[in-house]
């Protein structure tokens, strides 16, 4: 394992609690859960436990886990599912819920930051844009067509230029990974790429890096405009499953799209049943660092130099973690 001298960041996790997620999508959740096995299950069986088991509230379980593998700190890409999750029962507002980041961001000073969740489907969108920028730790935009809404619709062009015009990073969805009650097709990376089409200085990550069916088209198109990312979050699962292809995925993309283009994430919801110690975490950052090692006779997919790069420079970076420059 190759020693990395610059901090690691987990550019892509999650800290929350069930309590804060729209009911609308829980229930959806329930429903892919009740479906996954022989007998079918009552989705109303699932319900109250949907997502309890990824509870972290005050990121005391996250904390430890920093502590245990090694991670400087962590940014929370936070999803606005309050429209999409909408149509049964309560949910804390997007506004509300970014604050709460804030508010964690705050409680664990230089170890989280996050890009503040919006659908620009809200009327008041622009407001919220605003005041989600105003918070100290807010690093950039998570945005989630997948929701429901387009990338190209000429009602959203005023947050796209915003975004162009101050220079602030975008998370975009850019995986298959979904279902209940999304429509995945419009994260596509070729939909972001019509989108950069029309701002190519847009400084954009490609979330998840298409995993799994769409990560070639990930490259292929964040290959073509300047600013633009692939982060690896939930790529542990190819790189678990067959170590020398995920191996040569990154050796493609390094070669492609270049090392300095490269964003680490695990996309951990860490809670009592979720990777609660770290070991997850650790496990997944050790297997990013052998990327600079030889391996079952193949030579090192990156120098140290890249290493570092891909596990926490480039997201020090891109976010603008002054702590960490």
């Known amino acids: 394992m190759t020693d990395v001298v610059a901090p690691v960041i987990d550019a892509h ?8 997620l729209p009911e609308g999508l829980r229930r959806a959740w329930a429903r892919q859960g009740a ?11 699932i319900l109250g436990r949907v997502a309890v088991g990824q509870s972290d509230p005050d990121a005391t379980l996250t904390m430890a886990a ?8 962590g940014l929370v890409p936070v999803v606005d599912w309050t429209i999409v999750g909408a149509p049964a029962g309560t949910h804390l507002p997007i506004a509300a819920l970014n604050a709460r980041y804030e508010q964690l961001s ?3 000073e230089g170890r989280l930051y996050f890009c503040a969740g919006l659908d620009p489907r809200h009327p008041d969108a622009r407001e919220l844009f605003s005041a989600a920028l105003a918070h100290e ?3 950039g935009f998570k945005l989630y067509p997948a929701a429901g809404w387009d990338l190209l619709d000429p009602a959203h062009a005023w947050l796209f230029t915003e975004l162009q015009e101050r220079r602030v990073p975008v998370v975009m969805h850019s995986s298959p990974l979904g279902g209940d009650p999304l429509q995945v097709a419009r994260c596509r990376p070729s939909r972001i790429a019509a989108l950069l089409a029309g701002y190519p ?13 769409w990560w070639a088209e990930a490259l292929d198109c964040a290959t073509g405009w300047q600013h633009a990312y692939l982060e690896l979050s939930l790529w542990q699962r190819c790189a678990a499953e067959d170590y020398v ?4 995925r990154v050796r493609r993309m390094r070669s492609q799209l270049g090392a300095h283009r490269l964003i680490f994430g695990s996309d951990i919801i860490r809670g009592p049943r979720e990777d609660p110690d770290g070991a997850r975490l650790e496990q997944w950052i050790g297997m990013v660092r052998d990327l ?8 090192a997919v990156l120098s140290t130099e890249e290493l570092e790069l891909f596990l926490g420079s480039n997201a020090v970076r891109l976010y603008d973690l002054k702590e960490y420059a």
């Open 137 to 139: 730790h807010c690093k």
């Open 66 to 73: 920093f502590e245990r593998a090694g991670v400087a700190a």
């Open 292 to 299: 600079a090692a030889p391996y079952a006779g193949d030579q």
């Open 35 to 45: 479906g996954r096995s022989l007998p079918e299950r009552d989705p109303e069986d």
């Open 245 to 248: 292809e995920f191996r040569r």
């Open 106 to 108: 705050q409680a664990h």
């Open 201 to 213: 200085r847009l400084r954009l990550v490609f979330a998840h890096a298409g995993l799994e069916a």
């Open 13 to 20: 996790m999650h800290v929350w609690d069930a309590s804060w």
